[in-house]
Structure formats: structure tokens, C-alpha cells
């Protein structure tokens, strides 16, 4: 193995202390730390793509990928100024802001649908309706539906492949809620993974495979892939798409998007005009990268919440599962 000599490390050293001394003023830039869904990943990373470029590198926006979970967990113990959420704020959430003295400003930034894929070479599942979703996925199928046959008695005798989010994920307690009728309650014999490039390779590699994620990473992957139609109750069955979202349509798998400011945090320049560009930039970016922004009149809200500090939630820390953007638009016009 080659070895660097003592005498090369101390030069080595010391040329980069010195790199230090010289880069000195770029370490002294503004910084804003957001963390939390993946699925609200792609929009928040655009923001700060654009903005740090609009702000010449005086202004440096960090954003990791913890789950909504994981982000709320940092978020609340003062760690990040925003965080990343593919769902509201859950009761214990806000108990534990509460008992840190984080106080935030919730804002909803688009619209997702909740995406069922299945193998291309899948032609049996092209259309799945809830009841089959939760036969699969509801806690008490665990190590007893172990094929697509016992799902349903006209598809073929063959294993049934689950991939889904982690526990920490957002997606993860929409999905639950919305198919099994409770959070966080499902069956545990599955690959899960908080990163959805990994979900998306379990499903694509297996003509037996079924997974969820949001839209945008089915769209990014469609030439792998196949999107499920959906069907709530009874009729034809619904596919993910911008129209089904904004018509209502696609229940019960379409759902808000948020982010979360702390506070405090907003009275820093620079969390503040992040916040401003990420709301001005949204009905163009968040399009661009594959969701559905809502009206230019919730932005809008949003911009005026942030201002006058609208504190807390107006989702009661519980999901509500099927909320159309209209409905949306109802609840946050109430300043």
C-alpha cells in the first residue's frame, strides 16, 4: 500500500489551512437548512438551485432527504429552519415543537399523486381498486397474502413483491391511511427504503413486484414502470395525471405537499427571502419538476402567512385523506 511520508502530510496541511485562510469569506455565507420528505425533495432542491444562483453564492441552502419523520424530528429540536413534508404535522409532532419552543408557519406548496406502480410485463394489475390495495398492504395480511392469486382468485398464482417508504416517510403514513384506514398501520413484510431510486429498481427488476411512491419519480422512471389506475370505490378506474388531480378525480391518492418554517427563523434575511423566491418560483418550478402547483392565489397566501407569522396547523395534527384542492384552497384562505 502507498504511503504518503510524514513530512508531505505536514505540507499537505499546511497548504490547506492556508486554502482556509484564502477561502475565509465563503465560509462566512448565509446558510438555510431544510430536510424532511423526499417526496417534496425535487422542489425544495430546484429552490435552492435558483435561488443560491440568484444570491452569487452569499446565501448557501442545504437539503437532506430524513423522511418527513426524520425531517420533523431535526425541525423540532431547533436543528433545521425548514422542513420537508409529504403530510401535516402529526399530534406528537407538534407536542414536541411545543415542548422545545419551536413555533412554525405551515405552507402548502403543491399537489401530489400518490403513484401505484407495477412491471411493465404486469397485465393482470392495470387496474387495482382500494380494496385489493388494502388486502395487500393492511396489517393483518402479514405472512398470510403471499400472492397476487389470494389477492385477487383471476390473477396468477404467483409471489407477491411489496416495496414501499420506510416508517419515517410521509408517503408511508398517507399511503396507510388512505388504503388501510389508519396511519402507520400496515404490514411489515416488506422492503421499505426511505430513498425511492430504491423502490423504483425493486419494482422494475420483477414482473411479481408492487411499490408506491410519489408522481414524480414515477414519471422520471415510466419508461420502467407502469402507473396503476385506481379506483375508490366503484366505476372505471383513475391514473395519476396533473387533470386527475386538479379535477379531484384521483382519490383517494391525491394529496398536499408542504413545507414548515420555524418561526424564528424567518426573522433571518436570508430564511425569509428563500421563502419569498420559493413561493414566487413555484408555479413554474414546482410544474417543472413533475408535481402539481396549486393556484397562484395560494402562493400568494402563503407569501402573506409567512409575513404576518400564521402560526401552527390548520390540519389539527391528523392527515385528511382525500382533499381536493379546491378544499385546500377553503381551508387556507381562513387567515
Known amino acids: 500500500m502507498f504511503k504518503t511520508p510524514r513530512i508531505a502530510l505536514a505540507a499537505t496541511a499546511a497548504a490547506f489551512a492556508g486554502a482556509l485562510c484564502i477561502v475565509t469569506p465563503a465560509a462566512h455565507a448565509q446558510l438555510v437548512k431544510v430536510d424532511g420528505s423526499s417526496t417534496v425533495f425535487p422542489i425544495t432542491e430546484a429552490m435552492a438551485e435558483d ?6 453564492g452569499k446565501v448557501k441552502v442545504t437539503v437532506g432527504i430524513s423522511g418527513t419523520g426524520g425531517g420533523f424530528k431535526k425541525f423540532c429540536r431547533g436543528e433545521t429552519d425548514i422542513s420537508d413534508a409529504s403530510r401535516p404535522i402529526l399530534k406528537k409532532e407538534m407536542d414536541d415543537c411545543k415542548a422545545a419552543g419551536v413555533q412554525y408557519i405551515e405552507l402548502p406548496v403543491a399537489y401530489d399523486a400518490l403513484t401505484v406502480v407495477i412491471h411493465p410485463d404486469n397485465t393482470w394489475a392495470r387496474t387495482l381498486t382500494v380494496a ?10 402479514q405472512g398470510k397474502v403471499k400472492t ?27 399511503f396507510t391511511e388512505a388504503i388501510n384506514g389508519k396511519a402507520k398501520s400496515s404490514r411489515g413484510d416488506f422492503t421499505a427504503s426511505e430513498d425511492d431510486n430504491v423502490l423504483v429498481q425493486g419494482v422494475s427488476r420483477d414482473v411479481n413486484a408492487l411499490g408506491y411512491f410519489g408522481y414524480s419519480y414515477y414519471l422520471e422512471n415510466k419508461d420502467k414502470l407502469h402507473a396503476a389506475k385506481i379506483v375508490e370505490k366503484t366505476g372505471p378506474g383513475v391514473e395519476p395525471s396533473f387533470e386527475s388531480v386538479i379535477n379531484g378525480t384521483y382519490q383517494p391518492l391525491a394529496r398536499p405537499i408542504f ?16 421563502v419569498e423566491f420559493y413561493m414566487k418560483s413555484a408555479e413554474t418550478l414546482v410544474r417543472e419538476v413533475k408535481y402539481v402547483p396549486l393556484p397562484a392565489k395560494a402562493y400568494a397566501y402563503n407569501i402573506e402567512h409567512a409575513n404576518k407569522k400564521v402560526l401552527g396547523t390548520k390540519f389539527g395534527g391528523e392527515n385528511k385523506v382525500g382533499l381536493t384542492i379546491e378544499q385546500l384552497m377553503q381551508l387556507e384562505a381562513k387567515l
Do not use: C, H
Open 148 to 174: 397476487w392469486k389470494q389477492v385477487n382468485p383471476a390473477w396468477p398464482d404467483q409471489p407477491l413483491k411489496l416495496f414501499g417508504p420506510g416508517a419515517d416517510s410521509g408517503t408511508f403514513d398517507y
Open 132 to 141: 385489493e390495495l388494502r388486502k395487500m398492504w393492511e396489517a393483518g395480511s
Open 259 to 274: 413545507i414548515y418554517i420555524n418561526s424564528k427563523a424567518l426573522d433571518r434575511p436570508e430564511v425569509k427571502e428563500f
Open 51 to 56: 435561488f443560491q444562483k440568484s444570491k452569487k
